[in-house]
């Protein structure tokens, strides 16, 4: 994807081939994700009383430290939308296209999904007050804090729904500066043909390895780019093995630096973070969750259903899958089943993943093989 350069405009700088993962992997783009259903497969149980009350389906991936596919289940290679997981390639494409240097706390929030805490507005503010930028200049539409908790307090304060609030916030705010910066227009920077995202989108094609499938509108409303699960997962190794100062790098140690500051102080996310030395996580809406390592080992989840209760369970079973001490990861494994107050039951991980944890009391058998 080009683009020209108004006049007066500071030139873009040049791109950088993309660097392949596997012996013999073109260092080009390759042919877009086929856009089709999914084969999904059964990845969760839930299971009340020992009886499997629900099955969340889905698709996950586990790339090797070398770039190949050590685990699959599902589709990995249809074309899908990854949400707000997008947003630490998108926090690389910024900083290509010419966003300015900034503290690591505020790099780390241009890829997050956050909490509304008074830590995240305060940053976005700051992302803004550096470009010299105001919230009436923002475009992501108007919101309440994502925490509940946060979101309550917000409620009883009688605040309503504001961008700076909304949990991408943080990206936008660093898209405006990158605008500004550029000397592109500020009022439609999330056209899809306006530069930034033009420069954007070939950093979504780079770090995957696949050309874009479909754009369209996330809910925030910036572009949003399909590609496959296998792609993003690509991308998400790439960042995490990326040299120190690359930019890359840059959005790596900002990200491992500051989890909170990329979702929120008790999220699921960032707890995981804090748990692997070395990790990257990105959740993103629809049952989306990335999760890679300094040596390439990467985790891909898509919950066809859009479930979150699913999402961190099968990730912690593809974790495991990886090489991730099962014990590490207790808490994040499975999610209670309530009833009357008391837990009766489960989500765990199923089928393949289903191994790599111990059973839990009233776990339900697998189903015989046909004869």
Same mark, same amino acid.
């Given at each position: ?48 009383g ?5 099955v ?12 190949s ?17 997008l ?36 940053t ?35 605040r ?47 770090l ?16 949003? +780019? ?28 900002? /990200?491992?630096?500051?989890?909170? /500051? ?7 996310v ?14 993103? +809406? ?25 999402? /961190? ?18 808490? +994040? ?6 009833g ?7 989500l ?8 790599f ?11 015989p093989?046909?004869?």
């Open positions: 994807m080009t683009n020209s350069t108004p006049a007066g405009a500071t030139p873009p700088r040049p791109a950088r081939p993309a660097q392949p993962l596997v012996p013999g992997e073109s260092a080009m783009p390759g042919a877009p994700p086929a856009v089709r259903e999914p084969a999904h497969v059964p990845v969760a149980h839930v299971v009340r020992g009886v499997i009350e629900g969340h389906h889905g698709s996950v991936v586990v790339l090797a430290a070398d770039g596919v050590e685990f699959r289940a599902g589709d990995i290679e249809a074309a899908f939308y990854p949400r707000s997981a947003k630490p390639v998108q926090a690389v494409g910024l900083l290509r296209a010419g966003l300015p240097a900034l503290d690591t706390e505020s790099l780390a929030l241009t890829a997050a999904s956050h909490s509304g805490e008074e830590l995240h507005l305060a976005a503010r700051r992302i803004l007050d550096g470009a010299g930028l105001t919230e009436d200049d923002l475009r992501n539409v108007p919101d309440l804090p994502y925490d509940p908790a946060v979101r309550d307090e917000w409620i009883r304060a009688g309503g729904p504001n961008r700076l609030a909304q949990n991408c916030s943080g990206k936008h705010a660093a898209m405006l500066m990158t605008a500004k910066a550029r000397g592109w227009p500020l009022e439609n920077y999330l056209d899809p043909g306006h530069p930034l995202q033009r420069e954007i989108a070939s950093t979504v094609e780079e995957t390895g696949q050309a874009i499938a479909r754009v369209t509108v996330d809910g925030c409303g910036a572009p949003l +780019f399909a590609v496959s699960l296998r792609g993003l997962t690509r991308a998400a190794a790439r960042i995490a093995t990326a040299a120190p100062g690359t930019d890359e790098g840059r959005v790596a140690h900002a /990200m491992r630096e500051h989890p909170e /500051m990329v979702s929120g102080s008790g999220r699921d960032a707890r995981l973070m804090r748990a692997v030395p070395g990790l990257l996580a990105k959740d993103g +809406f629809e049952g989306v969750q990335i999760v890679a390592l300094p040596d390439g080992r990467a985790v891909g989840v898509k919950i066809a259903d859009g479930a979150d209760r699913a999402r /961190m369970p099968v990730t912690a079973a593809a974790l495991a899958r990886c090489g991730i001490d099962p014990e590490i990861l207790a808490g +994040f494994d499975r999610a209670p089943v309530i009357g107050g008391q837990e009766v039951g489960t765990r991980a199923a089928g393949a993943l289903a191994p944890f111990a059973p839990s009391a009233g776990a339900v058998p697998p189903a093989s046909a004869a």
